[in-house]
């Protein structure tokens, strides 16, 4: 197995974030994936000035860390024959996510570090913990229940059902599944749906959890633009059978764009004809921004269409709450793969979600005003300490979708970590290959956090620009 050079370096996570020489922060990153089993024996590693490249490091940062692992015994570096992990190559565990998004979230808490990786909610809201009294009270009333519901509680399922029902789109509690947030309800459709090398069709640019649920399928990925734009001349035309399409039709992650109404109809119909499913993720539909009319949901448009919903984005991401509304066969066999996995989520957290999603326009309308003043307050420090970088508004959501006007989103990101800030590089939301110049940014933090954020964006642009940030002199040795 050959590590892909932007790959290791997503798998690193926030290395260079400690203190000390870049070096041995480098070395003991990958001496951690080599002892975990991350990178097994006989993995080929990328070559110094590759790996550099990657990271935005000098050259000697790499070799350094690699000879340091050399006279651990870790690895192997040859002349002509490249650096491998010791050890005769075997069978491994199963490769687990390499996807940014997930390893910010898995690394230890640094007050040192603005997180704006991973847009969420900052602490949870009032209406919560009250939502939580109530339910805890329904709680103390329960009898002859066992607390295993697969489906999901029958009242959460009802209080979603109503919820697309006064949306206009008529649903029934049987077409609820509740999930342990949007990201579980993701993976049981892949499992329901995709065949080992099937084939998922996505957006270019797009939501890296949901790639990163059809890959665990070993599923094919292709792509169209934002929209599914070319749906219809795709099924027409490719012999290659769809096993889903995949889409966020309202605050698209990451761009912001919103489908119109005619296009949703245009869509919903053809994959109706081509009998492809049709996945619209709604995470994010309720973060319009004051005075933003948003189109009737993808699901009013046609009857197959499969909704994904979660409150992690509106309320906070510590509920673990999320569904999926689809036609009942669709939730009785996602119910039976659930099964097998947890039986059924927490009780008491179904309950206080069915508590507040009665009041889910009023609580997205009360923090509406605030997220818009954020991502005015963001786009405002970007055109003033950098100009030159394309950060176009968006009407709802949370994410800013910028352009880098040179250089690459993944090495930057590595610069901009060694400065204090953690962002997103757009390869890893594009299943293309592409969106390489592009980084994703959150508006979500208080507007003090975004000040300083864009001030270290400046400072580490500036390095990144001029060559400057090349880490730290490390000791001179063989290179390979």
């Not at 923090?367 to 003033?384: G, K, P």
Request: charged share 20%; aromatic share 4%.
């Amino acid at each position: 197995m050959s590590m892909d050079p932007a790959e290791l370096a997503d798998r690193l996570g926030r290395w260079s974030a400690g203190r000390g020489p870049l070096y041995l922060l480098l070395a003991a990153r990958l001496r951690r994936l080599v002892d975990e089993g991350e990178l097994p024996p006989g993995t080929t590693l990328p070559p110094d000035r590759a790996l550099a490249s990657a990271l935005a490091v000098g050259r000697g940062t790499v070799v350094a860390a690699y000879d340091q692992l050399r006279l651990e015994g870790r690895i192997s570096r040859r002349q002509g024959s490249g650096t491998r992990v010791a050890g005769p190559p075997r069978p491994g565990p199963r490769e687990s996510t390499g996807a940014p998004v997930f390893l910010h979230l898995l690394e230890p808490r640094d007050d040192d570090v603005i997180l704006l990786a991973c847009a969420a909610p900052a602490a949870p809201p009032a209406m919560l913990l009250t939502a939580y009294e109530r339910a805890l009270s329904r709680l103390a009333t329960v009898t002859s229940d066992i607390g295993y519901h697969p489906s999901g509680h029958w009242r959460l399922r009802r209080a979603v059902a109503d919820h697309y029902t006064g949306r206009g789109v008529p649903t029934g509690p049987e077409q609820v599944l509740v999930t342990n947030g949007g990201q579980q309800a993701l993976s049981l459709l892949a499992r329901a749906f995709v065949e080992p090398g099937g084939t998922v069709l996505v957006e270019t640019p797009t939501y890296p959890g949901a790639l990163e649920a059809f890959r665990e399928q070993t599923t094919s990925l292709e792509t169209l633009p934002v929209g599914l734009d070319g749906f219809e001349t795709r099924v027409r035309t490719s012999d290659r059978r769809l096993e889903l399409a995949y889409l966020t039709s309202t605050h698209h992650n990451p761009t912001g764009a919103v489908l119109p109404s005619l296009a949703r109809r245009r869509l919903a119909a053809a994959a109706a004809a081509a009998n492809v499913p049709l996945i619209d993720d709604e995470v994010l539909a309720h973060l319009a921004f004051p005075g933003q009319e948003t189109p009737p949901p993808l699901a009013a448009f046609g009857e197959t269409v499969i909704s994904v919903g979660s409150l992690s984005k509106s309320v906070w991401g510590g509920l673990r709450i999320g569904w999926v509304r689809a036609p009942r066969p669709v939730i009785d066999r996602l119910a039976r793969l659930r099964a097998v996995h947890d039986l059924g989520g927490n009780v008491t957290a179904q309950l206080a979600a069915a508590e507040l999603l009665p009041h889910m326009e009023t609580l997205c309308q009360d923090i509406a005003a605030d997220r818009r003043a954020r991502h005015d307050h963001l786009r405002a420090e970007l055109a003033r300490r950098l100009p030159q970088w394309q950060a176009p508004p968006v009407t709802g959501g949370q994410t800013l979708w910028v352009r880098l006007p040179h250089g690459d989103g993944d090495s930057f990101a590595q610069t901009a970590l060694r400065h204090g800030v953690a962002v997103l590089p757009g390869s890893g939301l594009d299943a293309s290959g592409g969106s390489r110049e592009f980084i994703r940014i959150h508006f979500l933090a208080a507007p003090d956090t975004l000040t300083e954020a864009v001030r270290r964006l400046a400072t580490a642009w500036h390095a990144y620009g001029d060559g400057r940030d090349q880490g730290t002199t490390a000791p001179r040795s063989m290179a390979v």
